[in-house]
């Protein structure tokens, strides 16, 4: 496939697979209409700048910085260059088809599109013809419909009739004199050039679902000195522009040849993750999973049966467990596993637009996306023991409130909100008491304990390195054959689910 940006064609890249009930068509006519409002209908563009590097300078690490400043260039800027398009497109059997897609490219040679924003249309010629909306002229109001549409996978339903593409076809034929040859207005060219990287000794190959700026700049960095990366599923197309010659794949879901690979890196979509989970432990994988789990109890009773027969390693990314902290917590605390700890965390969240992926409804709430980390800290930390009561509350629209009491008798108070500056990312002041003694970690970087009477011990680390400690004891154990998560472990995202529902029937 091919993509265009600013004057440059860039070819050899995966096209996209369609999913449910997609159409792949070949563009023949192509018209950008306007950029898509939202900086890319699933992702968030992050603000840049001078002060913002600086404000990162004072939590990160310089080679943290370097790699986080670094991802954000060209390969993100290419990919939040999302569209409202429409068109005519040749599909497999050579029918064509007028499309509309409220988040494409700016120019992509293929595009998966829903059934129901098609219609069959009788065309003659293949020559590849682009145009942009002259500037000042408005689009017909169906087109702004779609541009609030979201893609299937989102688990948004459209009925077959949704869209009367009639006045769209019309609205072609009257622009396509103005447009012209793809290739005079893309003339510079680029092909994704093949790469020769061989493993280390003693890294395992690994597959990775999902190409995204955490596993560019966290996942696969942390993982290097252990894990070698053979493969990639990404469904952006435009994220494997700068992925090299390693084999990609635009299916959301697992190939046959990815039996092969002994490691799996699940960082794609939420509402994946089991499955791929799944699919990894029956063909002997080892699944390292990013939060969450799963995002619905039938997929994580799944997981957990399969887990269970099969008794193979997994491991959950919860970044939490691996704190350089926790050591210092049981002593200064002077408790020891499955003692009730008490726990309050208040959690600030960048508010994202509504049509981010978190926001899909496959997604679920902030509960699931983000919220399951401190539901896991709060269990991690009383050793899992059976929880007894839970209570979920809307607040307003940009806050919730969890409530969990344990058996041993811990309970949590945990607040998310979207309502705060963003000037460091994401913000939480987490407190552990028991009696007479307390511990406050904020922002996973600066930890204090004390008792009635004196301060106990105060440790500052940087933003990320819960984040290496954490791949680098998986890294390790998948490396030397050790044993992964337990069973128990995965009370936390059975207790999360169950509050999301709770919190989706108020």
């Known amino acids: 496939m091919e993509i265009g940006y600013a004057s440059k064609l860039y070819a050899g890249i995966p096209g996209p697979t369609p999913i449910q009930d997609e159409i792949l068509l070949e563009s023949v006519h192509y018209l950008a209409v306007r950029p898509n409002g939202n900086n890319g209908l699933v992702y968030e563009q992050g603000k840049s700048g001078a002060q913002k590097i600086l404000n990162y300078a004072k939590v990160y690490r310089p080679i943290d910085l370097v790699r986080k400043v670094l991802s954000r260039q060209k390969i993100e800027r290419i990919r939040n260059d999302k569209w409202l398009v429409c068109g005519i497109g040749k599909d497999v059997n050579n029918a064509y088809h007028c499309f509309v897609h409220p988040s494409a490219q700016y120019f992509q040679s293929q ?7 098609t219609k069959r249309v009788e065309h003659k010629g293949d020559e590849q013809l682009w145009g942009q909306l002259p500037t000042g002229k408005e689009s017909i109001d169906l087109l702004e419909e779609i541009a609030e549409m979201m893609p299937p996978i989102s688990g948004a339903k459209y009925s077959e009739d949704l869209v009367d593409l009639n006045p769209i076809i019309g609205f072609l034929a009257e622009l396509r004199k103005g447009m012209s040859p793809v290739s005079t207005v893309f003339p510079d060219r680029e092909e994704i050039a093949p790469t020769d990287s061989q493993p280390s000794n003693g890294q395992i190959g690994a597959v990775l679902f999902g190409y995204g700026n955490y596993a560019r700049t966290i996942t696969l960095p942390f993982l290097k000195p252990f894990v070698h990366l053979h493969k990639i599923h990404e469904i952006d197309s435009s994220l494997l522009i700068e992925a090299g010659g390693l084999p990609k794949s635009t299916n959301p879901k697992a190939d046959k040849e990815d039996a092969k690979y002994p490691v799996w890196l699940i960082a794609g979509f939420h509402h994946t993750h089991a499955g791929l989970a799944i699919d990894a432990l029956k063909a002997g994988a080892i699944p390292v999973i990013e939060k969450p789990i799963a995002t619905n109890l039938e997929d994580f009773e ?14 959950q990314c919860f ?93 949590a108070v945990i607040t998310l909100s979207d309502i705060g500056p963003n000037r460091i990312g994401m913000r939480e002041y987490v407190e552990l008491s028991v009696p007479d003694r307390r511990v406050t970690i904020i922002d996973s970087m600066k930890y204090s304990s004390e008792s009635s009477v004196k301060t106990i011990r105060t440790k500052n680390t940087d933003k990320l390195h819960y984040l290496r400690l954490m791949y680098q004891e998986i890294g390790y154990k998948i490396k030397m054959g050790e044993q992964g998560d337990s069973i128990q472990s995965l009370l936390s995202t059975e207790l999360a689910i169950k509050m999301e529902e709770q919190f989706q029937s108020l």
């Open 319 to 411: 970044q939490k467990r691996y704190q350089v902290f926790n050591s210092y917590t049981f002593e200064d605390l002077e408790v020891t596993k499955g003692d009730p700890i008490h726990y309050k965390a208040t959690v600030f969240e960048i508010p994202l637009h509504k049509q981010h992926w978190y926001n899909w409804p496959v997604s679920g709430s902030r509960i699931i996306s983000n919220g399951c980390h401190w539901i896991d800290q709060f269990l991690f930390l009383n050793n899992y023991v059976p929880f007894t009561k839970f209570e979920t509350k809307r607040l307003n629209d940009q806050e919730l409130l969890l409530l969990i009491e344990l058996e041993n008798g811990a309970n």
């Open 111 to 117: 595009l998966a599109v829903p059934a129901c924003w």
């Open 302 to 315: 799944a997981f957990k049966k399969t887990a269970t027969e099969t008794g193979s390693p997994f491991f």
